[in-house]
């Protein structure tokens, strides 16, 4: 009932948004719960649950969700607290900050990539995946900052 004072807990497992695909929606999209996109979007997404862009789908967007799987066309930066999964038909040209990242045979992605671990206790270090040359890099300047030992 509209303007009811009850309100339920949302399930952000659960898609409640749908943008269609005769639909072109411009400006910023907030939701609690999972959204999927067939039509054009022109604006931000930020989203506490997943994100499904249709093949049909066209998005110019930066996009924050769970997860996201993109089997339309993404122009813009997707950072995501779990995985990207960019299908065979998906093409994703912008930045990603992610925890995982899939890419199918055949899907498109031109940008750069970050990925991140989000516990604080895996920040820490424990199991943390680092690129060598960086790590070498840093290795001789603390040496060479405590004087050689």
Same mark, same amino acid.
Request: net charge neutral; hydrophobic share 35%; glycine share 14%.
């Given at each position: 009932?509209?303007?009811?004072?009850?309100?339920?807990?949302? #399930?952000?497992?659960?898609?409640?948004?749908?943008?269609?695909?005769?639909?072109?929606?411009?400006?910023?999209?907030?939701?609690?719960?999972?959204?999927?996109?067939?039509?054009?979007?022109?604006?931000?997404?930020?989203?506490?649950?997943?994100?499904?862009?249709?093949? #049909?789908?066209?998005?110019?967007? #930066?996009?924050?969700?769970?997860?996201?799987?993109?089997?339309?066309?993404?122009?813009?930066?997707?950072?995501?607290?779990?995985?990207?999964?960019?299908?065979?038909?998906?093409?994703?040209?912008?930045?990603?900050?992610?925890?995982?990242?899939?890419?199918?045979?055949?899907?498109?992605?031109?940008?750069?990539?970050?990925?991140?671990?989000?516990?604080?206790?895996?920040?820490?270090?424990?199991?943390?995946?680092?690129?060598?040359?960086?790590?070498?890099?840093?290795?001789?300047?603390?040496?060479?900052?405590?004087?050689?030992?």
């Amino acid at each position: 009932m509209l303007g009811s004072s009850k309100t339920k807990p949302i #399930n952000t497992k659960t898609t409640d948004t749908l943008i269609g695909e005769s639909t072109i929606c411009e400006g910023k999209v907030m939701s609690e719960a999972s959204l999927r996109i067939e039509g054009q979007l022109n604006g931000d997404v930020e989203c506490a649950g997943d994100i499904t862009i249709g093949e #049909n789908a066209i998005v110019q967007s #930066n996009i924050h969700a769970r997860d996201v799987i993109i089997a339309g066309k993404v122009k813009g930066n997707v950072v995501t607290k779990g995985k990207l999964i960019v299908t065979s038909t998906g093409v994703l040209i912008g930045n990603i900050d992610v925890r995982s990242f899939i890419i199918q045979e055949g899907g498109i992605f031109q940008g750069s990539s970050t990925m991140s671990l989000s516990s604080s206790s895996e920040r820490s270090g424990g199991g943390k995946v680092i690129d060598a040359k960086a790590h070498k890099q840093q290795k001789s300047e603390q040496q060479a900052a405590s004087g050689g030992n």
